[in-house]
Every structure is written in structure tokens, then in C-alpha cells.
């Protein structure tokens, strides 16, 4: 099998590591010192993290959706499907690479989302427009790290922890919808979040082929609504 090479890297701005675009043929994947973040080959449950979400929200037209993490774009892509024309869709992205190389190398395999006017990028920490909006987001998805449970950077356990739960419900429009994408289950995340003013519900993706900790092809994605 052909062995990965390196596109391009960046060294990590909040903690020693670094960052790579990695290709073999048409394959990219995304890495930090090591470990494989994602890629474009499979992306089923990045979609449903928009879908889900989208099928629960009464009105589309004109949705504000804060998509936390760019990744290769797959979950952008799928909430600009399903927005209309009067729609925003606004992703928070931490690293500059991640941005470049949707635009420069990436963008092609989720049909350049980032091309669309409705598109805007908050380069920078997504618990920003959380904090800075009150009854707002129509949907916030966060899908920043590997799920509270596998942290790549220590930091975004504040999103899943009661503060940062707290915070994004306030931050959502009655019914608004909080997603989040995970490699593990957390039925104690699911408790809080309906002790913190949500309807939650953990749903368990399967994506065969696709590499998880335990070979299964299982990711999870949690869908609560603000009560």
C-alpha cells in the first residue's frame, strides 16, 4: 500500500504538536502528532450530525446554524443543503491550516462549501459565539474534538461541561438544537444535558469501514433540544 505524504503542517498554536494534511492518491486525511482526526474518504456520521439536527428544527429558511469545527467541510456542506436562501451558516474553525487547505486542497470532495455567500468563518475558539449570542442559534453542532470523553485538547471540556452546556442553551432560540459528535457513548452526558434544560437524545451511527478505537465503525451523536 503507498505509504502517506505530508501536504503540509502547522504547528498547533495551543499546546506543543503539530498538525498535518496528509494524502495518498485521492485520500486526505487531517492528523495531530500522530493521530488521525479525519478524513474524506468516509464522512457519513459528520452528515448526520447536520441532517439530524436540521430534521428537528421547525424552520430551515432562515436558520442561523453554528457549525463548531470545519474538519473537511462535510458537516458545513450538509447544513448548506438543507438552510434557504435567507440562511447563515457560520463555522468556527481554531486553526488557519484547516481553512487554507479546505480552500486550497480539501474543499473539492465536500463541493467547496466555503465558496457559498452564506458562509461565514470565525477563525478562532467556537465557545466565542457561543458566549457572545443569547437566543440566537438555531442550531449549534460541535464537532471540535473526539467527544468529551477523548479530548485532543484539553480545553473543550469546557463545552461539555455544565458552564459550557449551560451557556450554549442560552445561546439557542427556543427549540434550538444542540449536536455533538463523539467517538464514544456518555450516558452521563446525556443526563446533564436534560437536567440542563434540554430533550437529549444519544444516537448511535454506524459507518462501516470506517476506523474507530474499537473496529466497530460506531460514532455517536447526541441531538437536545432547548425546552
Known amino acids: 500500500m503507498r505509504a502517506w505524504d505530508i501536504v503540509d503542517h502547522e504547528d498547533l498554536p495551543y499546546e506543543d504538536g503539530t498538525i498535518y494534511l496528509m494524502e495518498r492518491g485521492s485520500e486526505y486525511v487531517i492528523a495531530v502528532n500522530g493521530r488521525e482526526l479525519m478524513g474524506n474518504r468516509m464522512h457519513g456520521s459528520e452528515d448526520a450530525l447536520a441532517d439530524y439536527a436540521c430534521d428537528r428544527l421547525e424552520v430551515l429558511d432562515d436558520a442561523k446554524v453554528l457549525v463548531g469545527g470545519l474538519g473537511m467541510g462535510f458537516t458545513l456542506a450538509a447544513v448548506l443543503r438543507r438552510i434557504g436562501p435567507s440562511g447563515v451558516a457560520t463555522v468556527a474553525e481554531l486553526m488557519t491550516a484547516v481553512v487554507k487547505w479546505n480552500r486550497d486542497y480539501v474543499g473539492r470532495a465536500a463541493k467547496h462549501p466555503l465558496r457559498d455567500p452564506r458562509v461565514q468563518i470565525h477563525l478562532g475558539d467556537v465557545a466565542e459565539p457561543i458566549e457572545t449570542h443569547t437566543d440566537y442559534w438555531s442550531a449549534i453542532l460541535l464537532d471540535v474534538d473526539n467527544g468529551p470523553q477523548a479530548l485532543t485538547r484539553p480545553t473543550n471540556g469546557w463545552l461539555y461541561s455544565d458552564d459550557g452546556i449551560t451557556v ?41 469501514g470506517r476506523p474507530t478505537p474499537d473496529d466497530d465503525g460506531v460514532h455517536v451523536l447526541w441531538m437536545a433540544r432547548k425546552r
Open 168 to 208: 450554549a442553551r442560552n445561546s439557542l432560540i427556543t427549540g434550538g438544537i444542540l449536536g455533538i459528535w463523539s467517538v464514544f457513548p456518555d450516558d452521563d452526558l446525556t443526563d446533564r444535558l436534560s437536567a440542563l434544560g434540554f430533550d437529549a437524545e444519544m444516537i448511535q451511527f454506524t459507518e462501516d
